[in-house]
C-alpha cells in the first residue's frame, strides 16, 4: 500500500515557475511506475506527464512537451513535477499516483493557478 501526499501548488503569472513533489509513503514506492495527472474545473482529469520505475524514461502529454519536467528520487520516495514557461490553461488540480493510476492511491491533489 502506497499513500500519496503533492504539494508545491500555488498562484503564479502566466510565463512562470512551479515545482511539485509528491511524497510516497510505503517501501513499495519504486515498485510503480508513476504519473502526474491533473484535472481542470469542469474537465476530466488527465495524464500530463510518467515516469517508468528507474525515472530513465519518460512520457509528456503534447501541450506540455518542452515546459514540464517529471522526475523521482527512489531514495526518498518522491516524484517530482517542474512546470515552467506555465500559460492560463495549465489551471487545475494536479495529482499524481501510479500509472496506471490506482482508484485508492488518489490523494487531495494540490491546486495550480496561473494567472495573466
Known amino acids: 500500500q502506497v499513500q500519496l501526499v503533492e504539494s508545491g501548488g500555488g498562484l503564479v503569472q502566466a510565463g512562470g515557475s512551479l515545482r511539485l513533489s509528491c511524497a510516497a509513503s510505503?517501501?513499495?514506492?519504486?515498485?510503480?511506475?508513476m504519473a502526474w495527472f491533473r484535472q481542470a474545473p469542469g474537465k476530466e482529469r488527465e495524464i500530463v506527464a510518467a515516469?517508468?520505475?528507474?525515472?530513465?524514461?519518460?512520457y509528456y502529454v503534447d501541450s506540455v512537451k518542452g515546459r514540464f519536467t517529471i522526475s523521482r528520487d527512489n531514495a526518498k520516495n518522491t516524484v517530482y513535477l517542474q512546470m515552467n514557461s506555465l500559460k492560463l490553461e495549465d489551471t487545475a488540480v494536479y495529482y499524481c499516483?501510479?500509472?496506471?493510476?490506482?482508484?485508492?492511491?488518489w490523494g487531495q491533489g494540490t491546486q495550480v493557478t496561473v494567472s495573466s
Open positions: 499516483n501510479s500509472n496506471p493510476p490506482l482508484s485508492n492511491y
Open positions: 515516469v517508468n520505475l528507474r525515472g530513465r524514461s519518460t
Open positions: 510505503g517501501r513499495t514506492f519504486s515498485n510503480y511506475a
